[in-house]
């Protein structure tokens, strides 16, 4: 069979192709002869017809040199060969030589661009927060940073993480909007090379905050990360307060040992479990937990009050009309909610809430309380609680373990689970070391499927916890989320076949699937990156704090509580809030605030008013709750 002809296209544009994979050379040559193609027949156009130029054929092939010489730059010059030659060497000397010369130029900026896209120039800044490592924290860290800079002329926040620096400044101006004052920095590189930390200028800064990122190795990422920062600090005269976080205890010795004697730790898995359990055992919680905590309302600062030196605490409850007083700061101890006869020694700052550092003004409020309408009966009995857990994480057992600790006489839980023998495994050690108060059975189901809940009778627990799993290498960081959803989706129909509403508490990883969760008013909805965020950036303007926090989100210390409101005040009786603040006093408890029934379902607070003046008058109806600091 005969051999089929290559097309005489095909076999130019390989001729083409080839000689241009011959490199520059080639490339030049090209050039010049599309330069000529075009310049020489246009420049004899304009000879040819300019009246002008002489007639006789020398001269118009001389002009027509004339005008290409000028039009490529080669030189003009005319009459001998050795004339001719010699202009055209000169003029592509010159040539060579600008191009060349713009050539370096670009080269340089384009490095320059580069470069300063990476993120590789340091940070020359002082007195600036320095946030190593990225995840979903990372926006709420710095959102809250840029809001409790509002009131500063220039301060700067500097990210530093293992991604482009491009997509860092997309996501967070995507995220953030506008910061005001505050200008974010990005830097791209490990956060585990000491060479790169000292991109951010770590010994200038106000502050240095290292958040774990989202894979399973991210602890011991942290330790490495908080030695290379000590490395990187070696010499400096001062060192920055360091915060950071780790998810798993076991890790938090030794972030504690890197981070230094000036370091705060934060465990944030047990943080969110004793959070999770808390508002399981008295929803709205979470609420109360959030304006605690960001910087939008109220929050805790540390006041010294010379003309309360000597007198006893339960003194000062009522002695700021804007403010709450919730316990002392004893040197390094916080003495949250101590006995209203507690001396106030002259060292000891006062832990108040209130809007800002400058709004704790001293006035007496004493004279605002009616004392007739104080509660004096006793609280009801506690009762034993019936809790269903749907799913399992990380997080699960630490759950059970809190629990555990509160449990009373009856008390049950409930996991239902399709994990497998890890779950089995890890119920089944939870449960060997539950004790006799709290009964702990394992339920096998997919907890996305409507036959699984359907066998259960919800709606005889006392609350409803949802999990989601954790995420696993390679799958999508939503499906935890996703499965949550699903199954808040199936609660809300059980939810509306009965009228009746469920107790339920669910824990999401991402913020913005906060207004997808298709749940009651009621309902609690904790998202653990978020809430950790504004603790970090809590601790991160007063590292005192640290403390405050950690007894208040301790497992059997003083916290916050959700009590009714029949407790403290009559019924249906109208007084102002320092009526409720010196009915607490009586009971040996710091009021804070409260939840008003009627406004629960009033988006954003859902009723949760923090600090609220004590000349604020209100009739307490018997569905109200007041926000107290103190024990169970």
Known sequence: MAQRRTPVGDRVRYWFDSTLARGAPALVGWMALLCLAVVVPASAVLVWTDPDVPASPTHRLAQVWHLTGETLRLGGATGTPLQVMMSLLLALVTLLYVSTLVGLITTALTERLTALRRGRTTVLEHGHAVVLGWSEQVFTVVSELVAANANQQRTAVAVLADRDKTLMEEALSTKLGFTGRTRLICRSGPTTDPAVLALTSPATAGVVLVLPHDEPDSDAEVVKTLLALRAALAG???????????????????????????????????????????????????????????????????????????????????????????????????????????????????????????????????????????????????????????????????????????????????????????????????DADSGTDLSLTLHHGDVTRPETLRRLDVHSYDSVIVLGRDPVPGQSPDDPDNRTLVTLLLLRQLEEATGRELPVVTELIDDRNRVLAPISPGADVIISGKLIGLLLAQISQNQRLAAVFEELFSADGTGVRLRPATDYVLPDSETPFATVVAAARHRGECAIGYRSHHDVLKSPRYGVRINPPKTEQRRWAVEDEVIIIGTD
Do not use: K
């Not at 507690?342 to 809430?353: G, K, N, S, W």
């Open 236 to 430: 400096a005269p001062t060192r920055p307060p360091v915060v950071a976080v780790v998810r798993d205890d076991r890790y938090h010795l030794a972030a504690c040992l890197a981070a230094g004697s000036g370091g705060v730790v934060l465990e944030s898995d047990t943080i969110t479990a004793r959070l999770i359990v808390q508002a399981a055992r008295r929803p709205g919680l979470a609420l109360v937990h959030q304006e605690l905590l960001d910087f939008a309302g109220d929050e805790f600062y540390l006041v010294a009050e010379a003309t309360l030196v000597g007198r006893p605490f339960g003194d000062a409850l009522l002695s700021y009309p804007t403010s709450s007083v919730v316990g002392m700061m004893r040197g390094d101890v916080p003495l949250l909610n101590p006995s209203p006869e507690t001396r106030i020694a002259p060292d000891d700052l006062l832990v108040v809430i209130t809007r800002d550092d400058d709004t704790a003004v001293l006035e007496d409020c004493a004279d605002l309380v009616e004392e007739a309408v104080v509660a004096s009966g006793p609280s009801a009995p506690a009762q034993a609680d019936r809790v269903l857990l749907l799913g399992w994480n990380r997080r699960a057992p630490l759950m059970i373990d809190q629990l555990r600790r509160r449990a009373r006489p009856g008390s049950a839980v409930d996991v239902v689970a399709d994990h497998g023998e890890a779950t089995v495994r890890q119920v089944n050690e939870a």
